[in-house]
């Protein structure tokens, strides 16, 4: 088989399209040389044959040796050099080259074919011993470590003790004899620690580092960047060998890397640094301090140092030109590394190149205005989920980090203020206008209200899936979870952080739940943008995609931020979160607790206009769209008092002995609730509930059609049902309810009574139920939780160590479970719309703001997935580039 492709001289056997076999940079190489680029000649051994050698026990095919044998003799034909030869000795380079990028993850050995005669040909070529020398010391200190597994630490404390022992300060400082010591050095090192010596032939070098780059692709650092990048282990990695350049050749070479845009602003600017008389890995190594590639680049950073611009103009130049000629071919911003010898320039990498969100809109509008890209193709440039970074505030990346604890990044974005420890303080200071930080070891649902109040959130326990992390993501408020090298201390106030700083309750602290860094003190702080290349591209996304996107909003804060972000409509309005506002909690609790029907209807009577004025402000905000609103849908355990003083209160209010409502507490208690009384199980138990609610949605949407002169779109939803009859039975309710407010107020009302679909007996009985529900919105959260038979609270217990185990590729929560869920949904729309072909069908869950998610909503032909209000944003451009 054709283990070898060889490349350079205006010509190559890949081209950029090969990179499942050339990996990245092999592609890219070949094809920079066949577009006639200045690329040192060398070959590509295919991936391939990395699966070969691990499939193989480490073995390399005869077939590959020879071909590679080959190849390097037709790269001695090129560069008029010989490998191993004493005149003209040929130097290679054997680099590693994944399908996917994988930067500095695996391993290069540079200056390969040197020993102790041709050390002294390449000096005597180049008229130049110190950089032959030079050379010799590089390539023992990287094949000693890539290659024989010393750690590179050791010759470098040679080296620092030599050079404190001639007095230099930099390494060009050194002269030929000076290094020729060294390698003495170095070469008697090996021997001390491996008892064996540095090979001396340029075959065995060669094979030797070949096989190390095979074997790089199982070293842990790359493991683990598979793993995080979810890149497969059968890829395997090339190997390029490559003729050497030489950027240590004098103060004419030079070494460096570029981008083509600035990665950060996406300005578009070449942005770059390189070093004088230099090899590649000092550039990264941080010994010297780099220098701009251009002038405009030096005078920004305020350096002193002469730019490439000014230093080596023409290289400069073709340089230049190759960025501009790189950048129009490949239709993307280029990252790039080169070396100049003797004022000769080389190309030796170009890829697509990584840039923060910020940068990445406005390079992918940039090249639209251009010409160079089409907007559908400016809308699949840029990630989904990265769009989280645009919509709140950051820390500045300039200022420096007091870190004092860490913890998981649950929801992004940035906030600083005083610390609190309990929900009741985050609401009164909220009124008293002051900014806090709700601490807590984990959250719960009746913390609701102060993380609302709250910046942001930090617990030092529970997981990506938590109360405090979902939350948090919902409302949009920068949290960090599961600090565990923090700890609270309630009864003191204090929370204590690791290298034993401790804050105390009113200090201020600042949260990063981009990073999870949790740091001392206030940050200054860079602000969202959603205007000018947001907007742009926002709207192109718009513009492309089928499925409308509306926001799941309780609150008018939640509508009116969705609303900002571009939300078109409201998919779920859980009215239960209405009930812990304030004082109504006191209300609810009579209602929940009366004793009787009457007792019922007379809290109910309280709750009424409390209801109603919440949705005239809601309906407000949101008219002229549709709003989904669902009736109470919790088990009424979540709403009942638990301390002793909690009792006490609601006891002295309902006129009732504490030891009474203890009792009824305890009636009410259930053994698995989430499974219990709740949904439209309420309603049917308690219609005089569901006639409330409904009464305060159809008044309040009078009024606000009064108010604003256009109607909402209404749309109510009966949760739980499982059972036609069940709907039947609340739709009942509904319907004669909607009868009476239209005579009292002589205002005809138009709606629509749905359910969810959130159990899997109504997705399979959806032909049957879709005869009296007019839309269904799919509840994704509980019929995952109920499909799986995995209870959402408590998945976070085990899902981990299910992904670990390679059990489950991700959180069925988070990610749709497209063969089991998704089949469910799919079946459950089928169904419905042969009963009923009009049937609206929509996505309320989590997933509804998660990209797969969304594709897969998108090709199941749902109507539209509401989501958070911060993730719209999200939710549209995923939606965009689903229908592409
Ligand atoms: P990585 O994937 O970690 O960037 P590379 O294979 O690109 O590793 O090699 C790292 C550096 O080694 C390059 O940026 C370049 O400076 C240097 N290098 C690689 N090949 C050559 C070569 N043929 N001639 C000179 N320098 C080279
Ligand atoms: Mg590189
Ligand atoms: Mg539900």
């Known amino acids: 088989s054709k283990w070898v492709y060889r490349f350079g001289g205006g010509e190559a056997e890949g081209r950029a399209a090969d990179v499942e076999r050339l990996g990245g940079k092999g592609a890219n190489l070949a094809e920079m040389a066949s577009l006639g680029l200045p690329v040192p000649p060398g070959l590509t051994i295919v991936a391939d044959a990395c699966v070969f050698y691990f499939n193989n026990n480490r073995t390399i095919p005869d077939d590959l040796k020879t071909q590679v044998l080959e190849g390097i003799t037709v790269i001695e034909g090129q560069t008029g050099r010989v490998f191993g030869g004493k005149a003209k000795p040929l130097l290679l380079s054997v680099r590693s080259g994944a399908r996917a990028s994988m930067p500095g993850m695996m391993d290069t050995v540079l200056n390969l074919g040197l020993n102790d005669e041709t050390v002294q040909a390449l000096g005597h070529d180049a008229g130049d011993a110190r950089f032959a020398w030079d050379s010799y010391r590089r390539f023992i200190q990287m094949y000693a470590d890539v290659v024989m597994g010393l750690d590179h630490e050791i010759f470098e404390e040679i080296l620092e003790d030599e050079k404190a022992r001639l007095g230099h300060d930099y390494d060009t400082d050194l002269s030929a004899v000076e290094w020729q010591h060294i390698v003495s050095l170095y070469k008697r090192m090996i021997e001390d620690e491996l008892d064996t010596s540095f090979p001396q032939d340029p075959h065995v070098q060669l094979w030797g580092a070949i096989r190390a780059v095979f074997s790089s692709w199982m070293n842990p650092r790359a493991v683990t960047y598979r793993m995080l990048h979810r890149i497969p282990e059968e890829w395997g990695t090339a190997v390029n060998v490559q003729t050497m350049v030489f950027g240590n050749l004098g103060s004419s070479s030079a070494t460096g890397v570029a981008f083509t845009r600035n990665p950060s602003t996406g300005e578009r600017e070449l942005y770059g640094e390189f070093l004088v008389n230099a090899q590649g890995e000092d550039v990264v190594a941080g ?293 812990f506002e304030g004082d109504r909690i006191h209300v609810m609790r009579e209602m929940i607790l009366a004793e009787d029907e009457k007792g019922r209807r007379a809290a109910l009577g309280k709750l009424l206009p409390m209801q109603r004025s919440d949705f005239i402000e809601l309906f407000s905000i949101m008219h002229g769209l549709p709003v989904t609103i669902r009736l109470l849908d919790p088990p009424l355990h979540e709403f009942l008092p638990k301390t002793e003083a909690e009792i006490a209160e609601v006891a002295k209010a309902m006129a009732m002995p504490p030891a009474f409502l203890a009792r009824r507490i305890d009636a009410i208690h259930e053994f698995n609730p989430m499974l219990g009384h709740r949904g439209c199980r309420l309603a049917i138990s308690y219609p005089e509930i569901a006639e409330m609610q409904a009464r305060a949605i159809f008044e309040a949407a009078v009024e606000a059609g009064k108010l604003t002169g256009e109607p909402v779109e209404l749309e109510i939803m009966v949760p739980l049902v499982s059972l036609r009859k069940e709907l039947d039975y609340v739709k009942g309710v509904i319907d004669r309810v909607a009868e009476d407010v239209a005579k009292e107020t002589g205002v005809p009302i138009a709606y629509l009574a749905g359910t969810m679909i959130e159990l899997p007996r109504a997705a399979i009985r959806a032909h049957v139920i879709a005869e009296t529900a007019e839309f269904f919105s799919f509840g994704t959260n509980d019929l995952t939780q109920t499909t799986f038979g995995m209870s959402r609270d408590d998945a976070a217990a085990f899902i981990p160590t299910y992904q670990r185990k390679g059990i489950i590729e991700h959180d069925p929560f988070i990610s749709l479970d497209f063969d089991g869920v998704g089949e469910l949904i799919q079946m459950a729309a089928e169904r419905g719309r042969r009963t009923r072909n009009d049937l609206k069908l929509g996505i309320c869950g989590e997933h509804g703001g998660d990209p797969a998610s969304i594709r897969f909503c998108e090709n199941a032909d749902l109507d539209y997935v509401s989501c958070s209000p911060f993730r719209v944003p999200i939710a549209r451009l995923a939606a965009a580039q689903a229908a592409i």
């Open 287 to 579: 010994i010297r301090t780099p220098q701009s590639i251009t002038e405009e680049g030096r005078i920004a950073s305020g350096s002193e140092k002469p730019s490439m611009e000014k230093l080596m103009p023409e290289a400069f130049a073709e340089f230049r030109a190759i960025c501009d000629r790189l950048e129009i071919h490949y239709r993307d911003m280029q990252d790039l590394e080169f070396t100049i010898e003797r004022g000769k320039l080389w190309m030796l990498q170009t890829r697509s190149g990584k840039r923060t969100t910020r940068a990445a809109m406005k390079i992918a509008v940039d090249m639209v205005e251009e010409g160079v890209i089409t907007e559908e193709e400016a809308v699949c440039r840029i990630e989904p989920p990265s769009l989280d970074q645009l919509l709140h505030p950051t820390i500045d990346p300039r200022v420096e980090r007091h870190v004092v604890g860490s913890g998981l990044p649950a929801s992004p974005g940035a906030a600083t203020g005083e610390i609190v420890f309990t929900a009741e303080e985050a609401v009164e200071a909220e009124h008293e206008g002051r900014k806090v930080i709700l601490v807590r070891i984990e959250t719960s649902p009746e913390d609701i209200h102060g993380m609302h109040a709250a910046e942001g959130i930090l617990t030092t326990r529970g997981g990506m899936t938590s109360h405090a992390a979902v939350v948090a993501r919902g409302m949009g408020i920068p949290c960090v979870v599961g600090a565990g090298s923090m700890r609270v201390d309630m009864r003191n106030e204090l929370l204590i952080g690791g290298g034993g700083v401790t804050l105390k309750r009113g200090d201020t602290v600042t949260i990063d739940g981009s990073s999870g860094q949790v740091l001392k003190g206030a940050v200054p702080m860079i602000q969202p943008a959603l205007s000018g290349d947001f907007g742009k591209l926002m709207a192109w996304a718009d513009k492309t995609r089928r499925m409308t996107v509306r926001t799941n909003a309780d609150t008018p804060q939640d509508a009116r931020a969705a609303r900002s972000f571009g939300a078109e409509g409201i998919g779920l309005c859980r009215t239960e979160h209405m009930f």
